[in-house]
């Protein structure tokens, strides 16, 4: 049932964005496919990466996207947290956070980032790959979450053409909030999904579970709480001071 209401609900989320214009692009990310990076986030590059700025991910999503919650410094790339307020176009979220996504839109290969997560009942911690409608493509997505509930564990799962529940929970062997790790997404034409952490490969994907996705994504991080899903991600109640999910790099290999 938990893995049932939250396809459900990720799946009314992304149809109530494409219908608002939530997930909407600056005009010039409709982008080629991008080649192999290494970005370590000494600075905002512009050239690869954009903030989310005023609106929601919809319903699922507690929380509207302000670019003045990414910032860059000393190496780290960090995705802020707080009950500031947001524009309109947040539809009234109570709170605030920040999202970071590529211009371009990437194929086959092996995607990197090395981070630390947020440890707090009800919020999630992501890296992940997305395309959907605001691309002009069904949607697909592969991702990597920390559920602020149990920083022990990571969840992976994807979707293809708007479908996932392909969900499984990996025990990482550390608290994902307590330090920066390395986790990999590994995407390989030849019909496989592998998932690492710290290089140690935890999880694989060979469609036996449903088709595989085979659309190019754009590579993405966010840090969000959760309303209606407390099955999920257990319920949030905001601490009165901002939570930062951390992040050192993003690699991209292209295979």
Known sequence: M????????????VALAAVTGAVQLPSAAHAAIGGS??????????SRWYKADGWSNGSMFNVGWRADHVWFNGGVMGLNLDNATCPAGCSGKPYASGELRT???YSYGRFEVRMKAV???????????????????????IDVEILGKDTTRMQTNYFTNGVGGH???INLGFDASAGFHNYAIEWWNQGTINWFVDGRLVHQENGSRGPLPTRPQR????????????????????????????YEWVKYTKY
């Open 2 to 13: 938990q893995r049932l209401t939250r396809t459900l609900a990720v799946a009314v989320t």
């Open 37 to 46: 990076f290494t970005d370590n986030f000494t600075s905002f590059d512009t």
């Open 103 to 105: 211009t371009d839109l």
């Open 119 to 141: 440890k707090r009942s009800g919020t999630v911690t992501s890296f992940f790959t997305y395309t959907g409608p605001s691309d002009g493509q069904p949607w697909d997505e």
């Open 167 to 169: 969900e499984a929970i």
């Open 219 to 246: 590579i993405m991080a966010n840090l969000w709480p959760g309303i209606g899903v407390d099955g999920w991600l257990g319920p949030f109640t905001y601490p009165g001071s901002p939570l930062t999910a951390r």
